[in-house]
Every structure is written in C-alpha cells, then in structure tokens.
C-alpha cells in the first residue's frame, strides 16, 4: 500500500520560514514524480512545485518561484519542500503527491496517490 505522509506544517509569521517533509512507505521515490500542491478554503488545489522521475528536474509556479524549494533526499525515501519569505496568501493545507510516471506536472489531476496533508498558517 502505497502512503504518503506530510509533516513540518504549522503556525509562522510572515517572512518567516519552514520546510516540509513528505515521508513515502511501500514504494522508492526515486522512480515517481512527487508534487507540492496546496489548498486554501474556497480555492482549488493549486500545484506550487513538482519534481520530475529520473532527472530530477523541478518546476515551481510563478507565486513560489524564488522562495520555495523542492529537494530529495533518496537515502531518506522523503521530499522536502523548502519554502521561504512567506506570507498570507500561503496559507493553505499543503499536499504531497506521487505518480509513477515520468513526468513534471503540476496538474493535480495527473497523480495517484495522495498524503493526508499538513496546514501552514502565516500570520502575525
């Protein structure tokens, strides 16, 4: 059974700093594509970050690109997504997400497997 759990999420002030982890169990990593996406009341769920299978290629949206950062850590079987200078508009349950598939999308449609979740507030 594949799983994916995210953790690192909780309450910061604006400017500040956090890194989430999304741990996977069952399967390497290495051989999926791995997606950050996020989702604030009323809005659709939003993919801020991705890393491609195979080359590790990331792709980040224009609203994170600059303060967020994705790394893997395959010895770990874990992805972290770095994210700095952070602000309201970053409020949001934050998800990791996997398909086995060579790809570097950020449309949540295109994965499979899914973590429960972790909500990052920023206010002051």
């Known amino acids: 059974q594949v799983q994916l759990v995210e953790s690192g999420g909780g309450l910061v002030q604006p400017g500040g700093s956090l890194r989430l982890s999304c741990a996977a169990s069952?399967?390497?990593?290495?051989?999926?594509?791995i997606g950050w996406f996020r989702q604030a009341p009323g809005n659709e769920r939003e993919g801020v970050a991705c890393?491609?299978?195979?080359?590790?290629?990331?792709y980040y949206s224009d609203s994170v690109k600059g303060r967020f950062t994705l790394t893997r850590d395959n010895a770990k079987n874990t992805i972290f997504l770095q994210m700095n200078n952070l602000n309201a508009e970053d409020t949001a349950v934050y998800y990791c997400?996997?398909?086995?598939?060579?790809?570097?999308?950020?449309?949540?449609?295109?994965?499979?497997?899914w973590g429960p979740g972790t909500q990052i507030t920023v206010a002051s």
């Open positions: 997400a996997a398909v086995l598939r060579v790809i570097g999308s950020r449309l949540a449609q295109d994965y499979d497997y």
């Open positions: 890393v491609r299978s195979r080359d590790g290629s990331t």
């Open positions: 069952e399967f390497t990593l290495d051989y999926y594509a």
